[in-house]
């Protein structure tokens, strides 16, 4: 079964720090993955995906096959990071497009 | 733009009662998604509509249903409201059906008691 796992349900570093957010996922065939964030009070929003191979705020995912996973980095976390994570991957299934989500991280940066 | 816009933003029922949550997507985009969000875990996908149609459909009971009209809004519909229904309930637009790019409303926040 498709599956996207977070692992870390919370996730603290300070200011400047660099931060990992860990993404593992199941799924038989090329995903498609992508990090949702969702900022305090706002709507989910699309952070980045790995087909633009793009770094958006700073942040960086690799997709690696061979580890099924797709981490979501930055070498120097900001204050305004602090948000909470969702890494999903899209499942095409008869002529539909779901997104699969992880359970999300939730990132704190202290100052 | 308005984005995606979705009403109520917070409503309270009764278990056994029904609900409609509406939602209007970005000016042009044809795709409209559900997403149920428990607290505390992911959105899970409950039904994709385009071009007035069901796309996809999630392990949902019969108890929730959707539809899109014309102007491709859309309303998800829910029957006889039990506890666990209780969640935010999410409405992602797209441009097409299979489409990398979507928008998320804010949500309806849905409480059951």
């Known amino acids: 079964a498709q599956r996207v796992t977070q692992p870390e349900k919370l996730l603290s570093v300070f200011k400047g720090a660099p931060v990992e957010l860990k993404c593992n996922y199941s799924y038989s065939g090329s995903p498609e993955l992508f990090w949702y964030v969702q900022y305090s009070r706002q709507r989910l929003q699309l952070l980045l995906r790995?087909?633009s191979r793009e770094s958006i705020k700073g942040f960086t995912a690799d997709l690696n096959k061979g580890e099924t996973s797709f981490h979501l980095k930055k070498p120097f976390a900001q204050e305004e990071d602090s948000a909470m994570y969702y890494c999903?991957?899209?499942?095409?299934?008869?002529?539909?497009?779901?997104?699969?989500f992880g359970k999300g991280t939730k990132l704190t940066v202290n100052p | 733009d308005a984005g995606v816009t979705q009403s109520p933003t917070h409503l309270i029922k009764t278990r056994g009662q029904h609900v409609t949550l509406r939602c209007s997507p970005i000016?042009?985009?044809?795709?409209v998604s559900w997403y149920q969000q428990v607290l505390g875990q992911g959105p899970q996908f409950i039904f994709q509509y385009y071009e007035k149609e069901e796309r996809g459909r999630g392990n949902f009971p019969d108890r929730f249903s959707a539809r899109q009209f014309p102007n491709y809004s859309s309303e998800l519909n829910v029957n006889a409201l039990l506890l666990g229904d209780s969640a935010l309930y999410l409405c992602a637009s797209s441009l097409f059906l299979l489409n990398y790019g979507y928008t998320f409303g804010s949500g309806t926040r849905l409480t059951v008691v």
């Open positions: 000016s042009g985009h044809k795709s």
């Open positions: 999903a991957l899209t499942l095409t299934q008869g002529g539909s497009e779901k997104l699969v």
């Open positions: 790995h087909i």
